[in-house]
């Protein structure tokens, strides 16, 4: 008998991706555990396994690069020696085999018309596509919103109260303007951001940093360059050195990147450090690992990695976990200082401002120019209250006056 190949729910919150490609081809012979296909979900591209074995059958009418597919949609089949595929219809889209029964019993009352059976108090097209609550129902009534235009963010693919509220609360679209589909990234972005929002008691604070002896490490750095080029080692960005010192500066102050879970706080063993990538189609946040004990050019070299592998959409969800603090730097863009957001379940995330020449007083009087940027830490308030937040920053200060105790 054909075996369903379905899309898995790869995380809790998933309900579709985007599908990016076979790995193997039509005939071929699939084996437990082999790759079958790539997709994009959750912000990453990742390898999708079989759990069965047998001869890979890619349907004419299966998804194309780039479709977006939902969990449960049949994509193809794995067959025995001998055996035909059935074709891939719209009803295998992930829908349970009785949802048309159940978007009927979804309707409501019914009454009697003739022959046919109508709905009392719904526009005629309510319910055909998509079940819905009866919730839903009444504000749809109330609302005179016709359900069958509505995407449904139920459990099961169900319409719910509040799609129908925002369908009222959606101001129209005014002539000149496009819509602009949302692509499963921003999705997910906007999704974690009210996450966020929903479950921190945010605070930012910032403070000023002398930036010259960064600088000056810098510019050692590059200047060993012949000699760095020929041992195939990478030279540390500023943004590199930042994330040792930050490290540094979190092995002092722990509470900083300890995690929130209601009867208790985690500290994590060990400082694993997400940094934000923007890629052009999202900010995604990969992480370095053991950055407290890794020297600079090891954090150099993953830091490249999954920065280049980020803007080719290469990361794998692995890649975007396991971080107890995140760094995110919009100094290359100009930003002197902004309020970042805490990238749950994180408790804390430092922002890092651009690099500014300034004049600063001297005691005397006199002034004198100097290289200088903004700190910004958004801390969860749950967590550590104002004082450790600061003391935390005045490490992370002394230390980037003072970069080489903080390397080692």
């Given at each position: 008998m054909p075996i369903e190949i379905q899309l898995p729910r790869l995380g809790w919150s998933m309900e579709e991706g985007k599908f990016l490609a076979w790995l193997r081809r039509d005939g071929d012979l699939i084996k437990e555990s082999d790759p079958l296909f790539t997709l994009e979900s959750d912000k990453a591209a990742q390898e999708v396994e079989s759990i069965d074995s047998g001869i890979l059958s890619i349907p004419a009418n299966g998804p194309k690069p780039g479709d977006t597919i939902k969990v449960g949609q049949v994509l193809g089949y794995l067959l025995a020696e001998g055996e035909t595929a059935p074709e891939v219809s719209p009803a295998d889209s992930g829908?349970?085999?009785?949802w048309d029964s159940?978007?009927?019993e979804s309707r409501g009352r019914f009454v009697e018309s003739g022959p046919e059976k109508k709905s009392v108090g719904l526009p005629e097209s309510a319910g055909k596509s998509f079940p819905s609550s009866p919730r839903a129902r009444r504000a749809a009534k109330e609302h005179h919103v016709d359900l069958s235009t509505l995407s449904p963010t139920g459990k099961g693919g169900r319409i719910r109260e509040r799609d129908v509220l925002a369908a009222i609360t959606s101001p129209?679209?005014?002539t000149g303007f496009k819509k602009v589909p949302l692509t499963s990234m921003r999705r997910t972005i906007a999704a974690r951001l009210m996450h966020s929002r929903q479950t921190t008691v945010p605070v930012t604070i910032t403070a000023r940093c002398d930036a010259t002896a960064l600088l000056a490490l810098r510019q050692q750095l590059k200047s060993a360059t012949p000699s760095l080029q020929q041992s195939a080692l990478l030279i540390p960005t500023i943004n590199d050195i930042l994330v040792k010192l930050t490290a540094a500066a979190?092995?002092?102050?722990p509470m900083l990147t300890a995690i929130w879970a209601d009867d208790y706080l985690l500290l994590p063993e060990s400082i694993h450090l997400g940094i934000a990538v923007d890629t052009g189609a999202g900010l995604l946040v990969p992480v370095i690992r053991d950055v407290d004990t890794s020297t600079l050019t090891q954090i150099a070299t993953q830091s490249q990695k999954l920065i280049t592998d980020a803007r080719a959409a290469q990361l794998a969800t692995a890649d975007m976990q396991g971080a107890c603090f995140t760094l995110s730097n919009l100094g290359s863009l100009g930003v002197e200082a902004f309020?970042?957001?805490?990238?749950?379940?994180?408790?804390a995330i430092l922002g890092i401002g651009a690099i500014l020449r300034e004049a600063v007083p001297l005691d005397d009087g006199s002034f004198t120019a100097r290289d200088r940027?903004?700190?910004?830490?958004?801390?969860?308030h749950r967590v550590n209250d104002g004082a450790a937040a600061a003391r935390f920053l005045q490490t992370l200060r002394q230390l980037i006056g003072q970069p080489l105790p903080g390397l080692v």
């Open positions: 829908r349970p085999a009785d159940l978007a009927a129209p679209i005014a979190l092995r002092q102050h309020t970042p957001v805490i990238n749950p379940p994180e408790s940027f903004t700190l910004s830490l958004t801390f969860d």
